[in-house]
């Protein structure tokens, strides 16, 4: 049922509007300086150097989402609802590429295969295919996660109900357990579009021509060029942000308070499933892990630097493995603070102003990095009073990672938001409970699983974010994904191996209490 638009007027909205209008300061920024370097819109965006990079980057962004999305839902479905061997585990090691910075990922299957890598044999894939593979496998846990998130509160009877009724469980599954995670997936899936369509690291290593490349390189020579290609990104994702928020089902069929959920035998299938888990994590996890481990065992000869091999003191790694530790957690809770009202509103009071705030979030979440952080930059600069003196500070710092990965959080949120049934609102009103006690005591309980998926992706995010962390850090305040980058623009990769090492260890020590719920007993 399609829920009709209203304006209420009540302090959520003046709320959700504010949250609005923070998260487009990038846009206003590429608006704004466009126009005063006199950039010439139509010809910039009817030139080669526009049309055909920004192609490529629908296509990538398109294509990464629909194998990403596939393999995500699959994966959560494998490992939450099947007797997959080893699950538990699965579950956990499965989530971890997402970490591993997009350049760094590249970087390491390029080190792994063809000609002069560790497996010869297997030919090394450039171009389209070689950044589709690599997108894929470092994305698809923004759908696995929610997906994985919200398995743990579908509806258990209706699964029963359909197996008893003589469905199988492929059927089952895809009659009552999809459509329960359809906006899960969905959120996921346009998590894993934006990213792809913002991402430089992966596309430039496999010499993919797409528009993030064109605003790199036209930075300096070209400033007008770079800020009207970044508006363009910006629109972009604004319009898909807004189409998808106006076909998407507010609603999710029905959702469990909770018990134990249906567990499907694989029979035959038990193989192939192991097989697929498997390949999935050696291509995403494993193969990098494995060129970081090679970098360290051989070491570097280079005089220096804080590692050099095998042997030497990781104590140059305490302060940064902190500072991103306590960075990525102050952002994670921001963000999910931050967009929870406006996650709020697009689920239960659905106007133009929840709408139209929900594709701000989501479309900051395409512009690269270095976009949003020199577009909160340009605005600190020129702040003023005290908020003059943000600029190079950890609050600036911990806003640009919420205006750059707020959207993560939103989706899951909304999405958690939109499987609560209305009855249980009535329900708790008839009882004589206000707004305040329905959400603490009926709805947070529900939308909680989601809220820390959200919370989770966010701060996997924070961890290996470079480009913002760079440009609005205070100074010597160093992270782990700016040690790698300094080491591998010095060439010294056992230093890279180590630190990426201890980025996803660290990873997985988060991930491991903040998005892995407990199984239920059977």
């Known amino acids: 049922m399609?829920?009709?638009?209203?304006?209420?007027?009540?302090?959520?909205?003046?709320?959700?509007?504010a949250v609005g209008l923070?998260?487009?300061?990038?846009?206003?920024?590429?608006?704004?300086?466009?126009?005063?370097?006199?950039?010439?819109?139509?010809?910039?965006l009817l030139s080669a150097a526009a049309i055909r990079p920004l192609a490529n980057s629908l296509l990538i962004a398109t294509a990464t989402a629909t194998l990403a999305g596939a393999l995500g839902t699959a994966l959560a479905l494998l490992v939450a609802r099947t007797d997959l061997p080893g699950r538990r585990v699965w579950r956990w090691l499965l989530a971890l590429p997402l970490v591993i910075p997009s350049f760094v990922g590249a970087t390491a299957v390029l080190a792994a295969f063809g000609p002069g890598g560790l497996v010869?044999?297997?030919?090394?894939?450039?171009?389209?295919?070689?950044?589709?593979?690599?997108?894929?496998?470092?994305?698809?846990?923004?759908v696995y996660l929610p997906v994985l998130?919200?398995?743990?509160?579908?509806?258990?009877?209706?699964?029963?109900?359909?197996?008893?009724?003589?469905?199988?469980?492929?059927?089952?599954?895809?009659?009552?357990?999809?459509?329960?995670?359809?906006?899960?997936?969905?959120?996921?899936?346009?998590?894993?579009?934006?990213y792809a369509?913002?991402?430089?690291?992966?596309?430039?290593?496999?010499?993919?021509?797409?528009?993030?490349?064109?605003?790199?390189?036209?930075?300096?020579?070209?400033?007008?060029?770079?800020?009207?290609?970044?508006?363009?990104?910006?629109?972009?994702?604004?319009?898909?942000?807004?189409?998808?928020?106006?076909?998407?089902?507010?609603?999710?069929?029905?959702?469990?308070?909770?018990?134990?959920?249906?567990?499907?035998?694989?029979?035959?299938?038990?193989?192939?499933?192991?097989a697929l888990t498997s390949v999935v994590v050696a291509l995403s996890l494993a193969t990098p892990l494995l060129v970081f481990v090679t970098w360290i065992v051989r070491g570097s000869n280079t005089v220096g630097i804080g590692y050099s091999g095998l042997g030497d003191s990781l104590g140059f790694l305490v302060s940064p493995t902190l500072r991103s530790t306590g960075a990525a957690a102050l952002a994670a809770a921001a963000a999910v603070t931050i967009t929870l009202p406006v996650a709020f509103a697009s689920a239960?009071?659905?106007?133009?102003?929840?709408?139209?705030?929900?594709?701000a979030i989501t479309s900051v979440f395409a512009l690269p990095g270095l976009v949003v952080a020199i577009a909160l930059a340009f605005w600190a600069v020129r702040a003023p009073g005290l908020l003059g003196g943000l600029y190079q500070t950890l609050p600036l710092l911990i806003l640009g990672y919420v205006l750059h990965f707020g959207a993560q959080s939103l989706g899951l949120s909304q999405a958690a938001n939109s499987s609560v049934p209305t009855r249980f609102e009535e329900a708790a009103r008839t009882l004589g409970a206000g707004p305040r006690r329905r959400f603490v005591t009926v709805e947070l309980p529900l939308i909680a699983p989601?809220?820390?998926?959200?919370?989770?992706?966010?701060?996997?995010?924070?961890?290996?974010?470079?480009?913002a962390t760079l440009v609005l850090a205070p100074i010597g305040f160093e992270t782990l994904a700016t040690r790698i980058w300094s080491a591998a623009e010095d060439g010294f990769f056992a230093e890279v191996g180590i630190t990426a090492l201890v980025l996803i260890l660290l990873s997985a020590v988060l991930t491991w209490p903040l998005l892995i719920r407990r199984e239920l007993p059977r």
Not at 22 to 44: N, W
Not at 124 to 140: C, K, M, N, P, S
Not at 208 to 237: E, N
């Open 22 to 44: 923070l998260f487009l300061f990038p846009v206003g920024y590429l608006i704004i300086r466009s126009v005063t370097l006199g950039a010439d819109f139509a010809e910039i």
């Open 120 to 142: 010869e044999f297997v030919p090394r894939v450039q171009g389209f295919w070689g950044a589709l593979i690599v997108l894929t496998l470092l994305t698809y846990p923004y």
């Open 197 to 274: 369509l913002s991402d430089f690291g992966a596309v430039s290593l496999m010499r993919f021509d797409t528009i993030t490349r064109a605003i790199f390189s036209s930075q300096l020579s070209a400033r007008a060029t770079s800020l009207t290609l970044g508006l363009v990104l910006a629109l972009v994702a604004l319009v898909v942000a807004a189409v998808d928020r106006s076909i998407a089902i507010r609603r999710d069929p029905v959702v469990s308070v909770g018990g134990r959920q249906v567990r499907y035998r694989l029979a035959r299938a038990k193989g192939p499933a192991l």
């Open 450 to 467: 989601g809220m820390l998926a959200g919370a989770g992706l966010v701060l996997l995010s924070t961890l290996k974010e470079l480009p």
């Open 2 to 17: 399609r829920v009709a638009l209203k304006l209420p007027r009540q302090p959520l909205t003046i709320l959700v509007g």
């Open 348 to 359: 239960r009071r659905r106007s133009m102003v929840s709408e139209s705030s929900g594709a």
């Open 149 to 194: 998130a919200r398995l743990s509160t579908t509806a258990a009877s209706l699964e029963e109900a359909a197996r008893l009724l003589g469905d199988s469980s492929l059927r089952a599954v895809r009659k009552v357990v999809l459509p329960q995670t359809r906006n899960a997936v969905l959120a996921g899936t346009l998590l894993v579009f934006l």
